[in-house]
């Protein structure tokens, strides 16, 4: 008769607790190693990404300046005329005053945001400085680009990435924006989905200084910008040229307004240790803190002009734009930030002066 025994065997192929307890301790280990690295590949993609708009930029600019009589690419002034727009299929005449010239170039970005974006609902938009933050759409005009693109936004702008998805309720998606959610009515409030992440130097599309017969456009704070002296014949924005540029591997000729890649939030760019890809004259990208550059001028007076230790000290206010780049810790509320300095934002001589690796200019 057989007998019955009371020993199990182990099952060919199975794994005791502490068998798996060792499994899952390795692979726990394995993606606290990986994770960081794949962390930072992504990072480095994504500013290689941001360098590439930027080039693409630089490689334009030299193309426009060829094609057009060694002009810098720039929304217009034009003063004194009648101008016909093609996206407005409509003619509109302009005065000779700095008003006329804002209001030419505004509608200059409004037409192109008509022609290339296919929004012939968008009409013109009164007190808007439109060389700000939508100057790019001028290179983009020149490629024939259809607007939006996601070539003129950092890839870590999900705000406007996000807005550019679908433009016409771009305020109704989930991420912040400067429209509350609903529908969209007024003209200026159409326009967000088509800025960019990117803004040219103010002396890329204004005069370096002000004059009695000549006016220049300077920062009047962290948002706003302010025109000062008369006006040229011709008008002071969208003027230059590139024999305007002493130093093309010192002076750069786009900048972001937030600090993305280096930070877990997006900062205001004016702060020192604040990093980004910059463009250049010389249409190089390099990467550079804010710290690293010249301090600027202050352009408010004639005395502080001459000064070559006079800067421009504002402040930046951000209470609830979460949309736009916060405090150096991230966020937004609280006291306004102080900077004793503009840096390459107001560089001292515009377009002939530097803001890297060479001294300021002295004013003659």
């Not at 009164?126 to 759409?137: E, P, S």
């Not at 240790?273 to 250049?280: G, I, N, S, V």
């Not at 900077?339 to 002939?352: E, K, S, V």
Request: hydrophobic share 35%; aromatic share 14%; net charge positive.
């Amino acid at each position: 008769m057989g007998r019955i025994s009371g020993r199990f065997t182990k099952k060919a192929g199975a794994f005791t607790l502490i068998e798996l307890l060792v499994v899952v301790a390795i692979i726990a280990l394995l993606i606290g190693i990986l994770l960081p690295t794949l962390s930072e590949a992504r990072r480095i993609a994504k500013q290689t990404i941001c360098g590439a708009n930027l080039k693409m930029f630089g490689t334009g600019g030299a193309s426009y300046a060829a094609d057009f009589k060694d002009r810098l690419w720039s929304l217009n002034s034009f003063i004194n005329r009648s101008v016909y727009y093609e996206g407005f299929n409509a003619t509109f005449n302009y005065g000779g005053t700095g008003e006329d010239e804002r209001a030419a170039a505004a509608d200059n970005a409004v037409d192109i945001i008509r022609r290339r974006a296919s929004r012939e609902d968008i009409g013109q938009i009164g007190g808007w400085i439109a060389t700000v933050l939508y100057n790019h759409l001028m290179m983009q005009d020149y490629l024939a680009q259809t607007l939006p693109n996601k070539t003129v936004a950092c890839p870590e702008d999900r705000p406007l990435l996000t807005w550019q998805t679908d433009p016409r309720n771009y305020n109704n998606l989930g991420e912040p924006a400067p429209v509350a959610p609903g529908p969209i009515t007024l003209d200026a409030d159409k326009r967000w989905p088509y800025s960019s992440s990117y803004r040219t130097v103010s002396s890329w599309w204004s005069r370096d200084t002000h004059t009695t017969s000549q006016g220049a456009w300077y920062m009047n704070n962290g948002f706003t910008f302010i025109r000062r002296g008369g006006i040229s014949s011709e008008g002071d924005i969208g003027k230059r040229v590139q024999t305007d540029v002493m130093f093309p591997g010192n002076k750069i000729i786009m900048y972001d307004w937030g600090s993305r890649h280096f930070t877990k939030k997006n900062i205001y760019f004016n702060y020192e240790a604040a990093r980004q890809p910059f463009l250049f004259f010389d249409t190089s990208v390099r990467v550079k803190a804010t710290g690293e550059s010249n301090r600027g001028w202050d352009h408010t007076t004639a005395t502080t002009q001459a000064n070559p230790r006079a800067y421009w000290d504002y402040s930046y206010s951000n209470t609830d734009m979460l949309w736009a780049p916060g405090y150096a810790d991230g966020k937004h509320g609280g006291p306004a930030a102080q900077f004793p300095a503009a840096y390459f934002a107001t560089t001292r001589g515009g377009l002939r002066g530097a803001d890297f690796g060479a001294a300021d200019i002295v004013w003659r």
